[in-house]
């Protein structure tokens, strides 16, 4: 391997600092640059190839009390949007391409001035109210998410959008924000745990605090120590000797070749019989900020459907979650499958119950915990997963009883991919969901990847498997989920105060009002539930294909979640 450069053997971005940062020039500019990990790239090429897909959405809103005029309150969101940049430099990144080796980097302008800074935040800051008197949350999500893409890697990797003010009390109104960004830079965790707590926080600072915040944060030296590395960097290291080091690799590798495939799980029932081929164009609504080309209209159209359980159905849920011991992230995952198992059956009555395929829903993994990462997350980081498995029950057994069966079943398997390594040592185990093996298939995976979506003439033939393919036939879930926890500490009513004492003391106070609904722009054949924890109960955001699923169709899943657990449903029995 050492006589073979990185760039070309496929173990050689394995932890050993090939995406590490480093200072260097750029259009006659001072910058710092990093080459993209590979879970990145995935991602990026997502954003650039396939007109925006998987870029994340989310939209909050806050209610805020202020004494500041329209113009004061612009440059408040303003400052603290430059200061969240600064902090989370990602947010201020473009992403670049090598000329000569046509890898991708994510490439940072040092910053020459506080002008600069807020001139740079400005860009990518668009007050809708400019435009528009109301703008509809529905129709706006529909529109982010299926016009031209929001955002220019060229030029920014995020773009935050504040909506016009609606009043909610006598003392306070109602501040929406969009924040667009591409998913190379981003989950789920990063948006809701970090980011957008973390700009509340900045909204609710002194403005003298905001603006020296600025002149502090933009140095070169406190940028580079928040620096964020990539997942393949943070990678342990294979313990032992060269021989144990390349059995470990050898054994990774004929496990994936004689890895048994997983069953195949029903197909969503909510799909129509024939995918329509192009996307539906969406009316010219918001022109003054969404392109609106049909040469920059993204191949298919991306749908969204919430799903909100009420107080009284999520504490039942939760009860019956734990008289058998299993976690609310379970009770996710089995109240999605008994949803789509219902829908199934509905759609077709007539298959026997010993015929019946199981549900399989797919899932990506927080790997952070593989690698003792313990700091907040502030870049994308995923794994994979093999997902999990619930047997098909008929809807004719008390709900309560189908559902102890399934999330128990769940939680076992989840807990499965809750491992961590021992001591930080990477010895490997034939363990499907040992983490050595998770991280190690993950990488493989990853390579194969990036190699594949490679132009011909830029292919390096890199095949980490060489005579032994790895038996990983693509088996379609019935749907995905993505389980971001609860929010009630991070993103909950309650935090800020908003009397008038704290809206003297900044002339803003701002507290969380809703989370109103989060999600990525989806790829083909998709149905990706998010979902999280409030305190008014548990709430589900899906991203959907809405070339291959009918709007209609999607809320009759809506109906199916909603209704499971409410009181007044009586359990068939």
């Known amino acids: 391997m050492q006589q073979e450069s990185r760039q070309t053997h496929w173990l050689g971005r394995y932890a050993n600092d090939y995406h590490a940062w480093r200072r260097a020039r750029h259009a006659g500019r001072d910058v710092y640059q990093r080459p993209l990990g590979l879970i990145e790239t995935s991602f990026d090429h997502d954003g650039v190839f396939f007109g925006g897909r998987a870029d994340v959405n989310t939209i909050v809103s806050l209610e805020i009390r202020s004494t500041l005029t329209s113009e004061q309150l612009r440059k408040r969101i303003l400052l603290a949007w430059a200061n969240l940049r600064l902090r989370h430099i990602l947010l201020m990144s473009t992403v670049v391409r090598d000329a000569e080796t046509d890898n991708r980097q994510f490439t940072l302008a040092l910053p020459n001035s506080d002008t600069e800074v807020l001139k740079n935040a400005s860009d990518t800051l668009i007050f809708l109210g400019d435009f528009y008197d109301e703008v509809d949350l529905d129709d706006w999500y529909k529109h982010i998410n299926n016009t ?212 399989l829903g797919s899932f990506p993994i927080n790997p952070r915990p593989f690698f003792g990462y313990n700091g907040p997350p502030d870049s994308c980081m995923l794994s994979f997963s093999d997902g999990i498995w619930l047997p098909f029950l008929p809807s004719d ?96 009513p309650g935090k800020y105060s908003l009397d008038e004492d704290a809206t003297k003391r900044n002339g803003l106070a701002a507290d969380v009002y809703a989370l109103d609904r989060t999600g990525v722009r989806a790829r083909d054949f998709e149905f990706l539930v998010a979902c999280w924890g409030t305190e008014d109960g548990l709430r589900f955001s899906v991203s959907y294909d809405g070339n291959s699923i009918d709007e209609e169709r999607a809320l009759v899943w809506k109906a199916a979640m909603e209704k499971m657990f409410e009181t007044g449903m009586v359990p068939k029995l």
């Open 397 to 492: 057994l008390p709900v309560e009883g189908r559902f102890k069966l399934l999330v128990r079943q769940a939680h076992r398997q989840l807990r499965q991919y809750q491992k961590k390594l021992r001591n930080e040592k990477m010895k490997g185990s034939i363990d499907s969901t040992d983490p050595a093996r998770i991280v190690a298939s993950s990488y493989l995976l990853s390579v194969e990847r990036a190699e594949a979506m490679k132009p011909e003439h830029l292919k390096n033939d890199i095949n980490p498997q060489g005579a032994y393919p790895a038996n990983f036939k693509w088996v379609p879930a019935t749907c995905g989920i993505s389980s971001v926890g609860s929010i009630k500490s991070f993103l909950a």
């Open 148 to 359: 031209g893409r929001i955002i220019n890697s060229d030029q920014s990797l995020s773009k935050l959008f504040v909506h016009p003010l609606k009043p909610l009390s006598k003392a306070t109104s109602q501040l929406t924000l969009t924040l667009v960004s591409a998913h190379e830079i981003c989950d789920g965790l990063v948006v809701l745990y970090n980011w957008e707590p973390h700009f509340l926080q900045l909204l609710n600072s002194p403005e003298q605090e905001l603006q020296s915040g600025i002149e502090l944060e933009r140095s070169p030296e406190r940028l580079w120590n928040r620096l964020p590395r990539s997942q393949e960097d943070l990678y342990p290291l294979v313990q032992g000797s060269v021989a144990r080091r390349r059995w470990f690799w050898a054994i990774m590798r004929i496990l994936r070749h004689v890895r048994k495939p997983p069953p195949p799980g029903f197909t969503n029932p909510l799909r129509r019989r024939d995918r329509r081929k192009e996307a539906i164009s969406m009316p010219a609504r918001y022109p003054h900020v969404l392109d609106y080309a049909e040469d920059r209209k993204p191949p298919m159209n991306s749908f969204n459907v919430r799903a909100e359980l009420s107080k009284e159905a999520t504490t039942r849920l939760e009860r019956l979650a734990k008289s058998v011991g299993a976690s609310i992230g379970a009770a996710c995952f089995a109240l999605v499958g008994m949803a789509m198992m219902e829908i199934e059956e509905t759609r077709d009555p007539f298959t026997p119950l010993s015929e019946r395929l199981p549900y």
